[in-house]
């Protein structure tokens, strides 16, 4: 029998965070599912619990995830497998990753972590605080074992408990911020480009956003570009890679949820849009919140050929707007609240203030802070986060 409930324990009989008797384990199958269980009131949003279960089963199985996905308990020592109590819990994946100094770019690993869960019953023991301190020993530890060719430099997390907790571990909040525009229904999109000006973006399936986003000669240009950037300052340059597989993870997620509330309806099947013209291109996902105002058209990710003159940043800027008013039109299609992309750079804030010259940059101080640690003894490395964008999020 797993310890999932345990509502009947004396929680004054319990050891404190920093009692030696609590240590990270790796779950057990089961022990996996007690922690969904668990965690299931805060995250599962408009699922029952079934479906819950179901969705992170589902996820765990994409190619992203199957075979880097661990999941940690806090308990108390001695406790056999079965019976444990849990106290805390999260997860890891383990993703590929790049590495850029002085001009060498170097494929690495990186972990990410997510599911971070405190029992509202047990709050207040310190048990959270604890995981943390336990999961980075074992971070740590499995830098200095793993050989050079499987490197995992550093780690990353998106807190939604904003930036001071996390950074206690070593995880330093990086820029979080974002647009969030309106959707906008058919007639209004068709005057918005007519009256912009504006090409008209020309819409993606998965095979587009592979061939276009993710084929050699883009991986190479960024590769270069990790490079480059790598010569011109003395901090090492870090992304997670925007492989195919983040884009197909973050389409499962959104898939499942579609198959689950609109039943009727065929399955999303545009996942971005681009300007060929421009060479710019986006990939997207559309999130379920648990309400109406809580769904989002994410802009995973962009890709575009930096601008070099003030005549090719507008043509830049021009091609951005136009995919972001079709970003608009799916949102409306599907119920989304908003469209939301994160970081954006200076084009894209050209972009943006072509569609509306009122539009502000949103600072995320609470809520998906992305932060990141670096491993082992060069914690406090000056480390750039490249790419900092939604499709690393999971």
Known sequence: MIAADNSYLDNTALPLGESPELILVQATPEERIAA????????????????YIARENHLAQQALTKDGLTSWLLVVRGQPEGERTI??????????????????????????????????????????????????KKIDACQTELKATNRV????????????????????????????LPPLPKDEYDRAIVRGNLPKARTLVA???????????????ELDILRVASQKSASAKVAVVPDFDH?????????????????????????????????????????FGETAEENTLYILRWVYDEPTSPEETEKTAKAMAAIIRRAQLE?????????????????????????DPTAQVVHREQDSV??????????????EWIWNEKYAWC
Not at 207 to 221: A, G, I, L, P
């Open 36 to 51: 969904i269980k668990l965690n299931s009131p805060a995250w599962k949003g408009p699922l029952d619990l079934d479906a």
């Open 87 to 136: 106290l805390s819990s999260c997860e890891t994946y383990k993703k590929k990753a790049v590495l850029a100094q002085n001009g060498k770019v170097e494929h690495v690993s990186a972990l990410s972590i997510g599911s971070v869960f405190s029992r509202p019953e047990f709050r207040g023991k310190g048990y959270a605080k604890r995981m943390m301190q336990e999961l980075v």
């Open 153 to 180: 430099p550093f780690s990353l997390l998106y807190s939604d408990i904003g930036k001071k907790f996390y950074a206690q571990f070593g995880w330093r909040p990086y820029p979080s911020t974002h647009f969030s």
């Open 207 to 221: 095979e587009d956003v592979h061939r276009f986003m993710c084929n050699d000669d883009v991986v190479q240009k």
């Open 247 to 287: 884009f197909k993870w973050h389409w499962a997620r959104e898939e499942y949820y579609a198959k689950i509330l609109f039943k009727d309806r065929a399955p999303p099947l545009i996942k971005g849009a681009g300007d060929e013209q421009s060479k710019v291109y986006c990939a997207w996902n559309r999130n």
């Open 331 to 355: 949102a409306h299609a599907w119920n989304m609240s908003k469209v939301q992309f994160w970081n954006p750079t200076p084009v894209l804030e050209r972009a943006v203030a072509i569609l």
């Open 370 to 383: 992305a932060c990141l640690r670096w491993s082992g003894a060069e914690q406090n490395k000056d480390v």
